[in-house]
């Protein structure tokens, strides 16, 4: 142990030495640019959100951290207008549908603000314009003296003409408009060497308004001097009667590349947690229910149904093939061999001699009426003597026929 003693000590005074060396470094300019507002170090966004409730007083400042389309009701609503959406990040890459989904909100007379180094070539061609950049992006080399010093001038209007031109001693990292449609975008801040950076594009009842400088925004540029009075004046082009500013938290973690979303309808129903649970319990069920399914099942019995009198219908078909023919003397003699065969089939009863004595009789053993059987022993008769018959003759056995059938 007392061997020992000596490295243990030794170690400790090291274990000192690297913390009085790490500590000596707590002062040291931060040099990461974060632009999250929950930062205090110099290129973080702490002041400019909190000094929102002041310039907007009347209105409920919120916190949005969904995609255009997916905004919470509390946070901001597509059926009204009067609400401005602030966008700080250093990347905008909005995807088309996201884009879309902005400009149906501004159209109805809200307010987007939108402040990024870089805006993706969706949103660009969008909005028609292309940029140029002042700075390397990242990762930033601080002590390069090209990078330092960003100097803004405000145009008037709508901005005053006393204290408009706006100065730090940071990092610029900003970009500026090469080209842009102006029918439809008007400027409003430019730097110090007249490259613009800020746009004002309106879109039915609203507007948007892209800026290019996001370290304006920084705690570093707002605190410098009176660099305040760029926020105030900044923020003065939003609706000063915005019921509701959001700020937004999506795009500043949203990644600069992501993959192209799925065309498929489910993508909806797979976005919303409430139709996810919703198709995958529908899908779930459709499986149990194969599976349950698949189990054999005793076939089902097979209803017979009872013979039908097949011979009448053959008859009946035959008559009308002979009826079409016109052949009428014929088909009434089909009709009444038929008549004289079912007869001496079901009855017993000689069909040659059609007395008065056969009449009764038939009568009484069919069940049919006197009247129908003395008919239709006449028209036998008629039919064997006429020459000819005509079709109403032979619709009249017809029927007689049918009549003792139905009745017998």
Known sequence: MKKALPYIIGGLLLLVLAGLLAGGNGNRFD???TLNKKDKIPYGTFVAFNNLPYLFPHANITINKKAPGYWEEDVLRYDTSHQSLLIVTKEFNASDEELQDLFHFVSRGNNVFISAYDLNLKAQ???HFTLGYADTGFPMEYDAGTMDTLRLWMMNPPFSKTTNRYAYPGRKFYSHFISFDSTMSYVLERTADSNVVLLRIRAGEGSFYIHTAPLSFSNYFLLHRQNMGHYNQLLSVLDAGSTTVAWDEYYIH??????DKSPSPLRIFMQQPALRMALLTALAGLIIFVLLGLKRKQRLIPVIEPLRNDSLDFVKTIGRLYFQKKNNKNLCNKMIVHFTEYVHSHYKMNTGNMDSDFIIRLSGK???DEKTVK??????SFCHDAPAIHDQQVTELYTLLEKFYKTS
């Open 375 to 380: 008919a239709i022993a006449e028209y036998i």
């Open 366 to 368: 069919s069940g049919s």
């Open 254 to 259: 949203k990644p600069v590349y992501t993959p």
């Open 125 to 127: 061609d969008f909005f």
């Open 31 to 33: 040099k990461r640019v």
